[in-house]
């Protein structure tokens, strides 16, 4: 307690905390005008996938063996109802003429289109004659952005030789219409979406927080500080993290820099009412705004501070994976929690200090002696002091634990079973709005032709110059899964490498097509064996979209097998270390986990039963189980520690009930704006962001108004003094406290 108020003094004193304000200003000044920001540094092209993936493999061995068709491709999906005509065909092919003569920025290869006759695409045509699909392959090191340049390019070319908008045109209007798709349309598309949705994304939520802390406070000025302590934990986190990225320590992408805005402001805010919410008590019993402001620190700097770090522990947990987007997010998310931690304990309570009272305007808090001597000044009547009749959910928990535990336990439980039945997906085109243009030329794909056409596989087998692997090529036809066989390609530097393109009868992004990958892999190889070749399994090399896609599925289990089990370790830990008790971080940690898979369960009735989504995405579970069980500690510490602190002063029973009533308020505004801030990414139109809006706001919820004020202090009693084991509890009796309630 001394060492917090010294700390205090430090930070919030009469001088120390203009100290404070000018080295935040200082510190934000310089990092600003000195390193980037970290938005300067995003980098969407990013590897997902370590080098030694199966499909990053023979992506090298294509890129070797078959350099023509080794490019990212952009599917140009040329779409006229009625029937693509002669003139339209006459068009294509100068298009593609332009583009041999005049390569795009970061082309790779076209196909010689542009030297055929326009009758000759004619048998490429779909069976109505209303769709034409055409490649243009582009480097694999271009990033998103230099893509997105490149197809403006393309498409003012296509403006220029067809007198038109094609882009712009409707597929269903009978004008010719052009839709971008492939791997480079979804890239593409997918960095724009991100790109749109970061201004949209931090004005919604500042507003949102705003509102809420308005609603909540009904102080214009308290609603401002935490927002102002947030903004210059942004400004130290952005030039910090921008600096980390440009000398290739750490990569940022979009994603990373959407959700760390939302969790900043979101988590950021729940710390600074920590702090305020204390001060605010202490000043209706401490006249000297000094000693009320050093109270609050003392009483809520150690939960805050072990809070933040729990937060931070778990998500540098992310640094074990392997998946790079996982790990992408680890390093961005826990500095900005930890800049926002040291934000609240110093910034914080320096603006407190230079507001005072007045931070609560116009509802400010004050003793009752101060209220008597306002009014006599006023010459208003002295306010007599009323009884505080309100029992509280504090009561209730105290003198009904076990019908609650009940309850609680069996509506979390009920709707933590729905979590088994989630099915996932890792296709990244259902993310998109279905008005998107590389989702629109995916649909004509799938309409008009095979839906693999989207991304075809490139199946590469060594066959050592045997003959036997010249029949391969109608094995791989009559597999039930292709549509499509390529003929066989020879490798240009190794000869014995023979190539094929595939076609799956599936989308090429669906867990069924990325299922075939381990079928087809092993029925070539057996093809292989059965002609006298050996260590096969050296010999066969998938690559393309479905292949990565499968690997990004496997890669992500493992790491969410691994990640899982280490959060809750960390969490264990630290809980141990701070509050000496084995059975009560046992059920703490316990009471998380399952509000965890009860706001999984949730989350797929809403989103399967509700808003009719067939899957969710892949990755969801191990960012929601991170930020859920991280952040949900936060709120078990802060009531527990001061329920601990309590119950050194009066009975265990009454420490508990009113350690919930002081609490619930704080905690209950806490987890609102917490709640709402993740909410606001379901507004975004990027399903992934949907989703994780949606489970990690209904967790928040269920810890705010379940967990956290019910059942976690209902099973405190149930424990009694063993909750506190092996350390050791001295039983107070209620006759030896006096009354200080009211």
Not at 224 to 236: E, N, S
Not at 305 to 327: D, P, Q
Not at 394 to 411: D, E, K
Request: aromatic share 8%; charged share 15%; glycine share 8%.
């Amino acid at each position: 307690m001394k060492g917090m108020s010294g700390y205090g003094k430090w930070v919030a004193g009469s001088k120390t905390k203009w100290i404070t304000l000018l080295v935040w200003i200082a510190v934000v000044g310089v990092l600003t005008m000195l390193w980037p920001s970290v938005n300067s540094q995003v980098a969407n092209n990013a590897p997902n996938l370590p080098e030694n993936s199966q499909s990053v493999r023979a992506s090298a061995v294509a890129e070797r063996e078959f350099p023509a068709g080794s490019g990212v491709p952009a599917l140009l999906v040329w779409h006229r109802d009625g029937g693509i005509s002669e003139e339209d065909l006459v068009h294509i092919t100068a298009v593609y003429n332009k583009l041999e003569q005049d390569p795009l920025e970061h082309q790779n290869f076209v196909p010689p289109l542009g030297k055929l006759p326009p009758q000759a695409l004619q048998a490429s045509l779909s069976e109505d004659r209303s769709t034409l699909v055409t490649p243009v392959l582009f480097d694999k090191t271009a990033d998103s952005d230099q893509l997105g340049e490149s197809l403006t390019s393309l498409k003012q070319i296509i403006r220029t030789e067809t007198l038109a908008d094609p882009s712009a045109a409707k597929p269903d209007s009978g004008d010719l219409s052009l839709r971008v798709s492939g791997p480079v349309g979804i890239s593409v598309d997918a960095t724009g979406l991100f790109k749109n949705a970061d201004v949209s994304l931090l004005i919604a939520t500042v507003i949102l927080v705003l509102v809420f802390l308005l609603l909540i406070y009904r102080s214009p000025i308290l609603a401002l500080i935490p927002l102002i302590a947030v903004g210059f934990a942004y400004g130290v986190t952005s030039p910090v993290l921008g600096l980390m990225a440009k000398e290739g320590w750490i990569k940022v992408d979009s994603q990373a820099v959407s959700i760390m805005t939302v969790l900043l402001f979101g988590a950021g805010t729940d710390y600074c009412l920590f702090m305020i919410s204390r001060f605010r008590q202490m000043l209706k019993v401490e006249e000297n705004k000094g000693r009320a402001l050093l109270s609050a620190i003392s009483h809520s700097s150690g939960a805050i501070a072990m809070s933040g770090f729990t937060v931070v522990l778990a998500l540098f947990a992310l640094l074990l994976a392997k998946y790079g987007a996982y790990h992408r997010f680890a390093v961005p998310f826990s500095v900005s929690i930890l800049i926002m931690g040291v934000a609240s304990l110093t910034l914080v309570p320096a603006l407190l200090a230079i507001f005072g009272r007045t931070s609560f305007f116009p509802f400010v808090p004050r003793t009752p002696q101060m209220e008597a001597e306002r009014a006599k000044a006023k010459g208003r009547p002295v306010p007599q002091p009323q009884p505080n009749r309100r029992k509280g959910i504090g009561q209730l928990v105290i003198t009904r634990p076990w019908a609650i535990v009940g309850i609680t336990v069996v509506l979390l439980g009920v709707l933590a079973s729905f979590s088994s039945g989630i099915k996932f997906t890792y296709d990244i085109l259902s993310s998109f709005p279905k008005n998107m243009e590389s989702r629109e030329g995916f649909d004509l794909i799938g309409k008009q032709f095979s839906p693999g056409e989207l991304a075809p596989a490139k199946l590469m087998v060594d066959t050592e110059g045997l003959s036997g692997g010249e029949d391969l090529q109608a094995v791989l036809g009559s597999l039930s899964y292709v549509d499509v066989v390529s003929d066989p390609q020879q490798g240009a530097v190794n000869p014995k490498i023979t190539g094929y393109d595939i076609e799956f009868k599936d989308n090429p992004y669906s867990i069924e097509a990325m299922n075939h990958i381990p079928a087809l892999q092993t029925t070539v190889e057996q093809a292989l064996a059965e002609s006298g070749i050996g260590n096969v399994q050296d010999k066969v090399w998938i690559s393309g979209q479905t292949a990565t896609q499968h690997d990004t599925k496997e890669l992500g289990e493992r790491d969410t097998d691994l990640i899982i089990p280490v959060v809750i370790g960390l969490i264990t830990l630290l809980l141990l270390v701070y509050l000496r008790s084995v059975v009560a971080t046992v059920y703490l940690v316990g009471t998380v986990i399952l509000s965890f898979f009860s706001a999984l369960g949730l989350g797929w009735i809403i989103i399967h039963y509700v808003l009719g989504a067939d899957a969710i995405q892949g990755s969801i579970p191990l960012y929601s189980f991170v930020f859920l069980v991280a952040l949900g500690e936060d709120y078990n510490i802060f009531m527990i520690s001061n329920i601990w602190k309590k119950s050194k002063h009066m009975p265990l029973k009454r420490a508990i009930a009113e350690g919930v009533n002081e609490t619930g308020s704080v905690i209950t505004s806490a987890g609102l704006i917490l709640a709402g801030t993740f909410a606001v990414l379901a507004s975004l139109p990027i399903q992934v962001l949907v989703q994780f809006g949606i489970i990690t706001a209904i967790g928040v919820l269920l810890d705010t108004f379940v967990v956290r004020p019910f059942l976690v202090p209902a099973i405190t009693v149930l424990f009694g003094r063993v909750a506190f084991w092996p350390g050791k509890h001295e039983e107070i009796s209620e006759t030896s406290v006096p009354d200080t309630k009211g």
